[in-house]
């Protein structure tokens, strides 16, 4: 590594006994860092492994005793797969604390209570799946164990994660080197300064690793020339022997789900007689091997084999020095069998235990094959694995792994241990978190916060008609079921960028009134919840005046209100969590009649959250905070999830949705073709500059004291409905739809009946004329219309009340 790939070790004594160093087959980074005492991919005895993990706990257990008012027993260890939950786990052993590992195996049905990124690892996504999830919710300490530092994002990335939900005033950092530079040591302690806590880091060794400005060519270059990895020689297969572990009922296979102190007394207990059991079969298959054996342990499951290794060394003769353990990996490291090089030999096969993340992906086991030094020949491996991962992929193939084993030693044992499996808790459950584009939605993580959860893959789409007979019998409430996404023509497109090209204008100027005037009445400290989906560009259009104009950066959460449901209250539940509930405001494009605004009223009575709900255009006359009460077309009304980031409307359904759940919707990835949502933000947006006078000389006026009455509502648009609704025979209010924006989604979502257009009405009209050409239905010219237009659903709906094609049949209804 030195004289080829230029990477050297610099440090203190002990960091050579600690650490070698390989090149990685990854673009991400260089190097690997090869811990000589993890036991991952050299194989060490047991004892040094464990050993290694036992010193870090006494030594975190020493700092604490240090400091006053604070203990051990109350400390939490968190290790991190896949490297070190062997280490992880070894260290809560030496603090005799209990202990949870991350994980890249999601459970059905079990939620994870926190996630985040390993920027340069081979498989970055870690989740944290704690069978309780009270588990990371005390306020002891929290150990964090990884087998190396070489930046700290890792740590930096989890803290900020853990501390955003369960906040604790000490973290201690641990692990086996420390080979952080002075900037990352900088921004450690910058990052605790920031959250006003206590860090301290507890390695056996530091230094640092010189590294070419070429690394990554370099390295790239010494992989090509290498070539693959040499297949181990053809050799007779040999015998497999699978030993039945009288493992104890109900005992973690290890950390993955947690990991307490009656958990540990348990297998201290059953460790000698499950040793037993595999001495009994090691010794009888020794035959002419030299009596080396190997415990191979399988990626994130490395304790439980670590404390059956260490076990077996005391039961089989000169078994401290016969026993040696490893386990197999994801990670592509170069292999070259060289005395010099810590990586000799490398067998490849594929993953077996159909990973959800990446089960393309090939799998690992270094150093096992003997190469061209018979003296690193093991006699006899045995294999551990969870029953998750004992599948026909690990016994079947050519490059299976038991096959590949059987070419490379004289026996090998199999032992299958019981994968636990939790089941979801009866408490509490975890906190649901936000989802973010562009893996949800096609807005920018910036953005908007959704505070929904991800349907993407359940099937919910149900033709229109359908919906409507359901909806209307009162078989189904509107929000259980998705409508067709409606795919617009290429004249209807060109309708709707026809239409933001003559109100972009119109439009900037009333996200500028609202910014203006709730900046005045609520202060800088504005938190944005736009009410999914309509409401939110509208809130990252907010967002950006307040960014370009006033240079803050307000936080937007998308949230769910369902008709006759509320508000979601697990998304209050998150925004009180997180901010003030006084500095909260709720965000949508228009009002109708003014249903959602009392529905909001009434579902935020006695929470602490202001009602007041802020719309650019307020025709019904219902909201006090408005950028204009004309009724004129919002374009982003005339599509749906193309202009609102590719994301539905809202679902909530029993069955898909829990108690502790965010209301769901979908992302529909296959319309990025169709998306204009980006097109729409900017255009409005690229207006800002020339509306911002007369904006802020409309927030002046707004808040001016002779403007009081002006801006409080009368409700004239309910009234008008109840009017239209008892002159046109139709029994609920629900089932008229004023103003352009919502007669809009009535031709795109619903049955439509007729429309009402104000007589004059002119271009905004366009689009909705358009739909109602193409659907068959009327469109009446009436006088004495406070709105634009009214769309009216059909009122005594059922499939029998459309033709054949599916439009409406006009018939006068009393």
């Not at 969870?386 to 026909?392: G, K, M, R, Y």
């Not at 079947?396 to 979801?424: K, N």
């Not at 067709?484 to 003559?502: D, G, I, K």
């Not at 204009?628 to 982003?636: E, M, N, Q």
Request: glycine share 10%; aromatic share 6%; hydrophobic share 40%.
């Amino acid at each position: 590594m030195a004289e080829r790939a230029g990477v050297a070790l610099t440090g203190s004594e002990r960091l050579p006994e600690l650490v070698g160093l390989a090149l990685r087959e990854n673009r991400k980074r260089a190097h690997l860092l090869v811990s000589t005492v993890l036991g991952k991919h050299v194989p060490q005895r047991p004892a040094v492994v464990h050993g290694a993990g036992l010193e870090l706990g006494r030594r975190v257990r020493e700092l604490l005793a240090s400091l006053p008012e604070e203990s051990a027993d109350r400390a939490v260890v968190l290790g991190y797969a896949e490297t070190a939950t062997g280490l992880g786990h070894s260290v809560a052993d030496g603090l005799d604390a209990p202990y949870l590992h991350s994980t890249r195996r999601p459970v059905p049905g079990l939620t994870p209570v926190g996630g985040f990124e390993e920027e340069h690892s081979h498989a970055t996504s870690h989740l944290l799946l704690p069978a309780d999830p009270g588990l990371l919710a005390g306020d002891g300490p929290l150990v964090l164990v990884d087998d190396e530092f070489s930046t700290g994002t890792t740590v930096l990335n989890t803290i900020r994660e853990l501390h955003a939900n369960h906040p604790r005033q000490h973290y201690v950092v641990v692990a086996l080197v420390d080979l952080r530079g002075p900037a990352d040591r900088r921004r450690l302690a910058d990052t605790a300064a920031e959250l006003g806590v206590r860090l301290d880091l507890v390695a056996l060794a530091d230094g640092g690793v010189e590294l070419p400005a070429d690394v990554l060519d370099r390295a790239e270059r010494l992989i090509a020339e290498a070539g693959p990895a040499p297949e181990p020689p053809a050799a007779p297969a040999a015998p497999l022997v699978r030993v039945d572990l009288d493992w104890p009922a109900g005992l973690p296979d290890g950390g993955r789900h947690g990991f307490t102190r009656e958990h540990r007394a348990r297998l201290e207990a059953a460790l000698p007689g499950l040793a037993e059991q595999l001495a009994a079969a090691v010794d009888a298959g020794d035959g002419d091997g030299d009596g080396r054996v190997l415990v191979l342990g399988f990626e994130e499951l490395m304790y439980a084999p670590l404390r059956l290794a260490d076990a077996l060394a005391e039961r089989l003769p000169g078994g401290t020095d016969r026993v040696h353990y490893s386990t197999t990996t994801r990670s592509p490291v170069l292999a070259v069998d060289d005395p010099g090089y810590a990586i000799r030999t490398r067998l490849a096969f594929p993953a077996h235990d159909d990973p959800a993340d990446d089960s393309s992906r090939e799998r690992y086991a270094y150093n096992v094959a003997p190469g061209t030094d018979p003296a690193r020949r093991f006699g006899t491996v045995v294999l551990v694995v969870d029953d998750t991962a004992d599948t026909p992929a690990l016994h079947e193939g050519e490059r299976a792994l038991l096959g590949q084993l059987r070419r490379v030693t004289d026996r090998v044992v199999l032992a299958v241990l019981p994968s636990h499996r939790p089941t979801a808790p009866a408490g509490p459950a975890a906190p649901a978190r936000p989802l973010y584009g562009p893996e949800f939605s096609s807005y920018r993580a910036d953005e908007v916060a959704w505070l929904l959860k991800d349907l993407t893959g359940v099937d919910l789409e149900a033709p229109t008609e359908e919906r409507e007979e359901a909806v209307q019998s009162g078989g189904a409430h509107y929000a259980e079921s998705l409508p067709v996404e409606y795919q617009p023509s290429p004249e209807y497109q060109e309708l709707f960028h026809q239409a933001l090209r003559v109100s972009a204008r119109r439009i900037a100027l009333a996200v500028g009134t609202v910014a203006e005037t709730l900046l005045r009445e609520r202060g800088p400290g504005l938190v944005l919840a736009s009410l999914a989906r309509a409401g939110t560009p509208v809130g990252i259009l907010i967002r950006r005046w307040l960014a370009a104009g006033h240079g803050l950066d307000a936080p937007h959460y998308a949230v769910s209100i369902v008709r006759g449901r509320g508000i979601d209250p697990a998304a209050l539940r998150y925004l009180d969590a997180h901010h003030r509930a006084a500095d909260v405001v709720f965000v949508d494009g228009w009002t109708g009649k003014g249903a959602i605004t009392r529905e909001l009223a009434e579902a935020l009575a006695g929470t602490g959250f202001d009602p007041d709900l802020a719309v650019l255009a307020d025709p019904g006359r219902c909201v006090r905070t408005f950028g204009t009460r004309d009724d004129f077309l919002i374009p982003s009304a005339c599509l749906n999830s193309t202009v609102s980031g590719l994301v539905s409307r809202t679902v909530l359904r029993s069955d898909l949705i829990g108690p502790d759940d965010f209301h769901g919707a979908k992302h529909y990835t296959e319309l990025a073709g169709a998306d204009v949502s980006g097109a729409f933000l900017d255009t409005v947006a690229d207006h800002f500059a020339d509306v911002r006078a007369e904006a802020l000389a409309a927030a002046d006026r707004f808040l001016a004291p002779e403007h009081t009455e002006e801006r409080a509502p009368d409700w004239a648009g309910w009234a008008a409905v109840e009017r239209i609704s008892t002159e046109y025979g139709i029994d609920s209010v629900n089932l008229v739809k004023p103003g352009v924006g919502e007669t809009t989604r009535v031709m795109l979502r619903r049955v439509p009946w007729r429309v009402l257009a104000r007589r004059g009405a002119g271009a905004d009209l366009d689009h909705v004329r358009l739909l109602a050409a193409q659907r068959g239905v009327p469109v009446e010219e009436v006088d004495d219309l406070p709105y634009s237009c009214v769309g009216l659903i059909h009122p005594r709906y059922t499939r029998g009340a459309t033709g054949a094609s599916g439009t409406a049949v006009l018939t006068k209804e009393s």
